[in-house]
């Protein structure tokens, strides 16, 4: 069982950064794939990051379109600690992220497939 806590978010203004942080219980946090999800309300749950383990300890990074160039997903696995790395906010990027987790691979951007969540925490960009 791996239990994940996400801390670092807030209220900003817009053009602002935060850096959000994922931290994972376990002894194995080097081969999961890790992915941060968000939720606005009214909206479905989105894809944001993954840094997605490929093999021993490398792992590759995809974004959705939106945080492209914006937000950097990374990791240090001597801390169990999964990065979101947010400049440039927008009142768009306002929701609960969420960190996930899955042992291995992951394929695609989907949501059901990491088998680990977080409890949230919440990003408010003030316009």
């Known amino acids: 069982q791996v239990q994940l806590v996400e801390s670092g978010g807030g209220l900003v203004q817009t053009g602002g950064s935060l850096r959000l942080s994922c931290v994972a219980s376990g002894r194995t946090f080097s081969s999961y794939s890790m992915g941060w999800f968000r939720q606005a309300p009214g909206k479905e749950r989105e894809f944001v990051a993954r840094?997605?383990?490929?093999?021993?300890?490398?792992?590759?990074?995809e974004y959705t379109d939106s945080v492209k160039g914006r937000f950097t997903i990374s990791r240090d696995n001597a801390k169990n600690t999964v990065y979101l790395q947010m400049n440039s906010l927008k009142p768009e990027d306002t929701a609960v992220y969420y960190c996930s987790a899955k042992l291995g691979v992951v394929l695609g951007s989907t949501g059901p497939q990491y088998d680990y969540w977080g409890q949230g925490t919440q990003v408010t960009v003030s316009s």
């Open positions: 840094h997605a383990w490929i093999r021993d300890t490398q792992y590759y990074a």
